[in-house]
């Protein structure tokens, strides 16, 4: 009998722990994964606002 609780005790932690690391591991990906976009989207919107800001100016310049 208690062989059997050992047992179980020994399975429940194993899958306690690891549920535990891959929960961690999807949150680590989660958080490089959303970094990943935010990063892309500041970089979009810094070219996008370079490029208007080039054509302004050539355009401004031709007009003038």
Aim: charged share 0%; proline share 0%; hydrophobic share 95%.
């Amino acid at each position: 009998m208690i062989v059997v609780v050992v047992v179980v005790v020994a399975v429940v932690v194993v899958v306690m722990t690891a549920v535990v690391v891959v929960v961690m591991v999807l949150v680590v990906v989660v958080v490089v994964v959303v970094m990943v976009e935010v990063v892309m989207v500041v970089v979009v919107v810094f070219v996008v606002v370079i490029v208007m800001i080039v054509v302004v100016v050539v355009v401004v310049s031709w007009l003038l």
